[in-house]
């Protein structure tokens, strides 16, 4: 028994390397953006653990201090009790308004852009791949069903993504972010993002979107300004060769507008 609850000890501290344990199962996050959507985490976690102790103890407090003595005892009655009920009313509305305030605080943050973007990218989504435009660079990459697309980005610059998808809803979801966004027919929803650590990244589509969703695979390399530099000069270098047709230039629009459902914006030129 003792050897048993040993490894069962060992086991669950190992499986809290790389930190997660801090975190609280939540990956490391790799963007300023992350950071602070982590913080929303910790907060209502630590709410949550609060919340749930105190309540814990006062079932436990009252289990010991009303339990039955006597079979015969009827414990005393009370019907209402208008201070308590008023502290159980109140009490979770400060609550909910508090982490109701720190939430709309992080999601201005998402949403609003502050920062002028050093790169701009059109992520298109469709059955069963992804496609990465670089509006500034006229540089394509296309993906396929069991062939990712690689989407190389610069740490420390100001990533604006544009979503649109090609025929159902899909969902562009990079793990480390600690975002994702849906991706939506006839809509082009945006978000910016700051990569703080360079590193190769997995991704993937988390809405369900047909019978090859689980396909739908890419990842995201971060690297260095200048290592970004010069590995974008060779995929635009490849582009214009044409000898691989997972590289084409990109000519389509510099700001992507809302597409009409169901059409094919991906870039074909």
């Known amino acids: 028994m003792t050897r ?56 436990l407090w009252a289990v010991w201090r009303y339990r039955l003595r006597d079979p ?20 979770p509305v400060v609550i909910i308004s508090i982490l109701f305030y720190f939430t709309a605080i992080r999601e201005n943050d998402t949403d609003q852009f502050h920062v002028k973007p050093g790169l701009r990218i ?31 980005v610069p740490v420390g610059v100001p990533i604006r993504f544009y979503e649109q998808s090609t025929d159902v809803i899909h969902a562009w979801w990079v793990i480390p972010f600690l975002f994702k966004r849906d991706v939506i027919p006839g809509r082009v929803n945006v978000f910016q993002v700051t990569v703080t650590h360079a590193g190769l990244f997995q991704g993937k589509c988390t809405e369900y979107c047909g019978v090859d969703h689980d396909r739908m695979l890419f990842s995201v ?9 010069a590995r974008l000069a060779q995929l635009k270098a490849l582009a214009q060769a044409g000898t691989d047709d997972r590289f084409t230039s990109y000519t389509g629009p510099t700001t992507p507008v809302e597409p009409h459902p169901g059409t094919d ?3 074909h030129s």
């Open 122 to 152: 059109d992520v298109v989504g469709f059955q069963w791949s992804w496609q990465f435009n670089y509006l500034d660079d006229g540089l394509s990459i296309t993906g396929r069903p069991g062939d990712p697309p690689q989407l190389v």
């Open 265 to 267: 914006q991906r870039s």
């Open 4 to 59: 048993t609850l040993s490894l069962a000890v060992l086991a669950f501290l190992a499986s809290g390397c790389k930190g997660q344990w801090s975190r609280v199962g939540w990956p490391a996050p790799v963007t300023k953006e992350g950071r602070n959507l982590l913080g929303v985490w910790y907060g209502s976690l630590v709410t949550a653990g609060i919340v749930g102790g105190f309540v814990i103890l006062l079932i």
């Open 72 to 91: 015969g005892d009827l414990p005393r009655q009370v019907r209402y009790n208008l201070p308590i009920e008023m502290l159980y009313t109140i009490i």
């Open 221 to 229: 390399l971060a690297l260095p300004k200048d290592q970004y530099d």
